[in-house]
């Protein structure tokens, strides 16, 4: 009986966090375009700054190294973020039901 409510309760985790990350799907998905984006930003600065005349690097060269790098760092680290906080729900309640003599 006992071991059917911890199967019970790791599925209703589990059935939240898929209701989660359905919730957040949209967000997640705006955050892979924007980062996919600036990574062809950034491709486009580089082969500007080869292709381009030797020394030659202006203003807008440079923001747009720094605009679309940090635009990687910050969409990458919002899809980190949320995955992380997923996962460690899920981490909570195995640990939650490890305490209380459910074993693997």
Same mark, same amino acid.
């Not at 486009?44 to 440079?62: H, P, Q, W």
């Given at each position: 009986?006992?071991? =059917?409510?911890?199967r019970?309760?790791? =599925?209703d985790? %589990? #059935?939240?966090?898929e209701? %989660?990350?359905?919730?957040?799907r &949209?967000?997640?998905?705006v955050? %892979?375009?924007? @980062?996919?984006?600036?990574m /062809? *930003? +950034?491709?486009?600065?580089? @082969? $500007? *700054?080869?292709?381009?005349?030797?020394?030659k690097? #202006?203003?807008? /060269? *440079?923001? $747009?190294?720094? @605009?679309?790098?940090? +635009?990687?760092a910050v969409?990458s680290?919002?899809?980190?973020?949320?995955?992380? =906080?997923?996962?460690n729900?899920?981490?909570? &309640?195995i640990?939650? %039901? *490890? =305490?209380t003599?459910?074993?693997?």
């Amino acid at each position: 009986m006992e071991d =059917k409510n911890r199967r019970g309760a790791l =599925k209703d985790t %589990l #059935d939240a966090l898929e209701r %989660l990350l359905n919730l957040f799907r &949209v967000e997640r998905i705006v955050h %892979l375009v924007v @980062g996919i984006i600036a990574m /062809l *930003m +950034l491709f486009y600065v580089i @082969g $500007a *700054m080869l292709f381009s005349e030797r020394g030659k690097l #202006d203003t807008a /060269l *440079m923001v $747009a190294i720094f @605009g679309s790098s940090g +635009l990687i760092a910050v969409s990458s680290a919002r899809i980190t973020y949320f995955f992380n =906080k997923a996962f460690n729900l899920v981490e909570y &309640v195995i640990q939650a %039901l *490890m =305490k209380t003599g459910g074993g693997a």
